[in-house]
């Protein structure tokens, strides 16, 4: 925010309630970087990129509205548009409005960035042949990335970044498996590549990465090593999470992390957990985790499968009806390959028999299958998943206590309990020590409504429906 | 004095011919088509009980795939898994992919994502469907991925003649009543019914006597009370 402009009283009362209200993370994300300027009867916010402003309409323009009417005593419209660039020919490249703080904290500092040699990307010579100089994926685009409501917040954030490099370093990208994280970084890849084909990319699994390292030991090719990597313009490195408990790989891709930052190069990163939750990963690396923009990608509802369905029959030239489309992600539900999987079966079943694709070819194509997807969850067995999640003991499911550590998990439990079995609710009250079948609903609407504000819980609940159903 | 057998008798090639597909027959057709590369899809999954024929459907995709001319890495464990980066195109199998180590999965990992990226074959036989199989999530959603099939064991009006035609492949004829109580009297999966053919087969060339019912019943009653005996 410009120390300039005066700031309206109504944005004041606003951004205390937001700070108040929102993570520290979220504050910092979303809200301080509005700047507002003062209008007759409106407030005029000005958002740093599209992403931000799109995000800030949907999630919280009506909160915004209302706090601003109560400040004001009168409602004020609420105008939204991008900032002005700083200088009017600043690239964004050039000029990056990074959100986080210098790394200038440890001792360590590693030297210099070596020069980018200019040469074309190869890859060096303890990297295995078989490697592409990208390794990039071709029908991994953002064109092919099916969005919905789980998705597209990463989905904006990475488009972001591919628009403008940098805005948000590291842009930090977690979910299940299956949900997507490789697709979209790569697609993040292709489209800085479309825009900047001789920029030097490089999509690395985390694994390879380790082998790699391994192998920069074996050889004595560490100079090699580090000079490749430090020199590439964007590095996109998946499943972070198997860098836990090798210290000499974590400790080779920190100097790699802070090179690449400081030198305004973009690194993107998955995980299947948020940075604080990652095992074995030492803390530093995990707080410079958190220096950009963390992004979640969630498990798809239902109208994202059959959307994503009915996308990826129409890729393989295949009717498919969206009746069946329904029927199959009314079943398959934990993660997208799983989709594809049934989807590939249903088909290949139909060309065999030289049957059209119907409902009834569907279920029988899938039959064994939904023998084991629906095979019971038991509310025993989500009690005591749950249970052990929390690390209460599973007993506690069926008490009469009320304190926050024990109710919460149980709602949990209710809401897992709700919408992975077929029982009525007052089966499922009667199964957490006799409540009432109100009791249950209350939970449902109150898990329901916190997963929308608090990410951690929303996270928590994420993970054990893909537990449960896996 | 017992005549000494020669085990000249060939082991049974386990190629397509040889497998009687009974209820499977869109499986074998899949894996026809993956052996000679033209099932466009990187992973096959076989599952089902032990002794249905998941190891020798497995023997039979990496037959016709080198009689197709790929490559071919046929892993009759995990363990044989090795991180050498496949020729593109090649076909991969794994058998009982559910014993599959830490090590073997980030393998396995690997090997799936570069046969994937190189239009390779991944069959795999597992004793579970993928939902099932113990390995880490993202090895075991790309399993899932594919093309998952249940191998489901013959039923027991389809047994007579599969035992019937291993027979004949073996240079000996087999009766009705033989099979009748062969069926009635024996462990009724495939993999058991083939073994105690194999060995009724030496035992009636040792013995110098034809397949019957007598000989049978003897050779079932010696298994029983000298279980160590072939």
């Known amino acids: 925010m410009s120390a300039s402009t005066p700031t309206p009283a109504a944005w004041t009362a606003c951004l205390s309630v937001f700070e108040r209200e929102l993570t520290p993370q979220q504050f910092a994300t979303w809200i301080r970087p509005l700047a507002v300027e003062p209008g007759e ?14 995000w800030v309409k949907d999630r919280f323009g009506t909160r ?15 105008e939204y548009a991008l900032a002005e660039p700083a200088g009017a020919t600043a690239a964004s490249i050039d000029a990056p409005a990074s959100p986080f703080p210098p790394p200038i904290d440890d001792e360590r500092a590693p030297e210099a960035p070596e020069a980018a040699p200019r ?14 100089p990208t390794s990039l994926n071709g029908t991994f685009t953002f064109a092919s990335f099916v969005t919905g409501k789980a998705n597209q917040l990463a989905r904006a954030a990475g488009l972001q970044v591919a628009e403008h490099p940098t805005s948000y370093n590291p842009l930090f990208v977690y979910g299940g498996v299956g949900l997507g994280k490789t697709h979209l970084i790569q697609a993040i890849g292709h489209d800085i ?3 900047e084909p001789s920029a030097k990319i490089r999509y690395i699994h985390a694994e390879t990465y380790v082998s790699d390292v391994v192998r920069a030991y074996q050889h004595k090719a560490f100079d090699e090593f580090k000079r490749y990597y430090r020199s590439l313009d964007l590095l996109l490195i998946d499943d972070i999470q198997f860098f836990g408990g090798k210290s000499r790989t974590q400790e080779e891709f ?30 530093r690396l995990i707080s410079r985790f958190g220096w950009g923009l963390t992004v979640a990608l969630e498990p798809p509802e239902l109208e994202m499968r059959v959307a994503i369905l009915l996308a990826k029959a129409q890729q393989s030239r295949v009717r498919l009806d969206e009746q069946v489309a329904f029927f199959v992600a009314k079943h398959i539900r934990s993660n997208v390959r799983e989709l594809e999987g049934a989807l590939k079966r249903i088909v290949a079943y139909a060309n065999f028999h030289a049957q059209e694709i119907t409902l009834t070819v ?23 998943t749950v249970a052990d999640y929390y690390k209460i003991r599973p007993s506690e499911m069926h008490s009469k206590k009320r304190s926050r550590a024990i109710a919460r998990p149980r709602q949990v439990a209710m809401a897992l309990a709700k919408e992975l079995t077929q029982l009525s609710l007052p089966e499922i009250g009667s199964n957490f020590g006799g409540r009432d079948h109100t009791t249950v609903l209350h939970a449902c609407r109150q ?24 | 004095m017992e005549q000494l057998v020669f085990d000249l008798v060939a082991p049974e090639p386990q190629a397509f011919r040889t497998f009687v597909a009974g209820r499977n027959t869109e499986a074998v057709a899949a894996l026809e088509r993956a052996a000679t590369g033209a099932l466009p899809e990187t992973g096959i999954v076989v599952w089902g009980t032990p002794g ?22 046929a892993c009759a464990s995990p363990a044989d898994l090795t991180s050498t980066a496949p020729d593109a195109g090649a076909l991969l199998t794994v058998d009982d992919i559910d014993t599959a180590d830490a090590a073997a999965q980030a393998r396995l990992f690997t090997l799936y994502n570069a046969l994937r990226e190189s239009g390779g074959t991944l069959v795999v036989a597992a004793s579970a469907p993928p939902a099932r199989v113990p390995v880490r999530d993202d090895v075991r959603t790309r399993l899932a991925w594919g093309l998952v099939y249940e191998i489901l064991p013959l039923a027991d009006d389809e047994k007579p003649a599969a035992l019937a035609a291993y027979a004949r492949s073996r240079g000996f004829s087999l009766s009705d009543d033989v099979i009748v109580y062969l069926l009635a009297h024996g462990r009724r999966d495939m993999r058991t019914l083939v073994a105690t053919l194999a060995a009724l087969d030496r035992r009636s060339l040792a013995r110098k006597r034809p397949v019957t019912v007598p000989l049978l019943r003897e050779w079932l009653q010696r298994s029983i009370d000298d279980p160590a005996q072939p």
């Open chain 1, 41 to 54: 009867g409106s407030l005029r916010l000005r958002a740093p990129n599209r992403f931000v402003l799109q």
């Open chain 1, 64 to 78: 915004i509205a209302t706090l601003a009417r109560e400040a004001a005593g009168a409602p004020l419209a609420i």
């Open chain 1, 119 to 132: 040469e074309p990307a190869r890859p060096a010579a303890f990297l295995p042949r078989r490697i592409e």
């Open chain 1, 193 to 195: 590549l479309k825009r």
């Open chain 1, 254 to 283: 920190f100097y790699l992390f802070n090179t690449l930052i400081e030198g305004h190069k973009q690194v993107v990163i998955t995980c299947d957990t948020y940075p604080k939750e990652i095992a074995g990963i030492e803390e």
């Open chain 1, 362 to 384: 569907a279920k029988e194509a899938l039959r064994d299958l939904l023998a084991v997807q629906n095979r019971q969850i038991s509310v025993e067995n989500i009690q005591k």
């Open chain 1, 447 to 470: 898990i329901a409504k916190l997963r929308e504000t608090l990410p951690d819980l929303n996270h928590d609940v994420n993970f054990l429906l893909q537990v449960l159903r896996s």
């Open chain 2, 52 to 73: 249905v024929g998941k190891s020798h459907l497995l023997a039979a995709v990496a037959d016709a795939a080198r009689r197709a001319g790929r490559t071919v890495l």
